[in-house]
């Protein structure tokens, strides 16, 4: 059966990228982390010392950035795995910033289609519905209560062994989502044929289990009207 396009948008601290992966195992597809993508883009600005205002600078920076996945679908900058960096709170407050940047966001966009193919893909984002994959054929926008978004994000740094302030994340969380939602390129918003979730009191298995049932309903329908 040909696999579909599944694009997940949403705002910062849902699960995204928890239920995109949950997608991506279920149902033998391919996961693609754009966040991750824009977070190594991040750090790498941030070890060159090039500000977002650094515009010939910032330019030929991204020619020298070679982006990949390695096992377990860590992300990987100019061969060297960054996963655990690029998920500290110094990335963190500056990537949706940088995620701002016109250049940026053209750059990782060619990245992000490449690497999707023509195969069945999952990716989740701010714009993957909306300019990504216009034509995806199941978009889902993840969403959740501030408050619970922000809990989520401190107990997760907890988790890593990262330094957190609640209420540092909390704002971090509140920043990231004006500046996401108010960016004149690609702001975040829900695309017109997304389904809207809300997990705010659900856990990652029920998350999982209402977009898998989307999905495998788009699946079957899909298959359908390609006959």
Not at 14 to 23: D, E, I, N, V, Y
Not at 110 to 127: C, E, I, K, P, T
Not at 153 to 170: I, T
Request: aromatic share 4%; proline share 2%; net charge neutral.
């Amino acid at each position: 059966m040909k696999g579909i396009i599944i694009a997940i948008d949403g705002h910062s601290s849902c699960g995204k990228s928890t239920l995109a992966r949950g997608l991506a195992n279920a149902l033998d597809y391919v996961y693609i982390d754009s966040g991750a993508m824009y977070r190594m883009v991040t750090l790498y600005l941030q070890r060159q010392g090039i500000g977002p205002e650094q515009n010939e600078l910032l330019r030929e920076a991204l020619q020298e950035i070679e982006l990949s996945f390695g096992p377990g679908n860590r992300a990987v900058l100019n061969g060297e795995d960054v996963e655990s960096e690029i998920r500290s709170m110094a990335v963190s407050r500056q990537v949706s910033h940088v995620a701002a940047l016109p250049e940026v966001r053209r750059f990782l966009v060619v990245q992000q289609r490449s690497l999707a193919g023509h195969q069945g893909a999952v990716m989740d984002g701010r714009d993957i519905g909306s300019v990504v994959f216009p034509r995806a054929q199941l978009k889902i926008f993840l969403t959740a209560d501030a408050g619970v978004r922000a809990r989520r994000r401190y107990l997760e740094l907890r988790e890593r062994g990262m330094e957190a302030d609640f209420d540092q994340v909390s704002e971090n969380l509140r920043a990231r989502d004006r500046i996401d939602s108010t960016r004149k390129d690609s702001p975040l918003i829900q695309a017109s044929d997304a389904v809207r979730l809300d997990n705010t009191n659900m856990d990652a298995e029920e998350t999982l289990a209402v977009a898998l049932a989307l999905a495998r309903i788009r699946i079957r329908k899909n298959a359908t009207e390609d006959r």
